[in-house]
């Protein structure tokens, strides 16, 4: 079964940076498309950007989604965060795995990862 992960979470102070981390693994598998989504305090889940599994780089306003190949991850830089940019930042994997020559569909959220902005 194909397993998704985040990192890279933390507290920063508003204007900084901040990457993010999400990894996909498991065996036989290929993605379709990667999106990041994040839940602020008390408030509906609401996606932030994201890219398909051909891509390398999308840029969404402040949000830039880029691919690391050599760990297999798909990335998440925020710029110029600002204390509305707090909240669980939640990586989701749509794509298909091989199991035993059948093609069966996935898509996977992993377990987020919290991130706060100070003032």
């Known amino acids: 079964q194909v397993q998704v992960a985040e990192s890279g979470g933390g507290l920063v102070q508003a204007g900084g940076s901040l990457r993010l981390s999400c990894t996909a693994s498991g065996s036989s598998f290929s993605v379709d498309h990667t999106d990041w989504y994040r839940q602020p305090p008390g408030k509906q889940r609401e996606w932030v950007a994201g890219?398909?599994?051909s891509g390398v780089t999308s840029v969404t306003g402040r949000f830039t989604v880029s691919r690391d190949k050599t760990k297999n991850a798909v990335n998440l830089e925020i710029d110029s965060l600002k204390p509305e940019d707090t909240g669980v930042y939640y990586c989701?994997?749509?794509?298909?795995?091989?199991?035993?020559?059948?093609?069966?569909?996935?898509?996977?959220w992993g377990q987020g990862t919290q991130v706060t902005v100070s003032s």
């Open positions: 890219m398909p599994g």
């Open positions: 989701n994997v749509r794509g298909v795995q091989n199991i035993r020559g059948t093609l069966i569909p996935f898509d996977i």
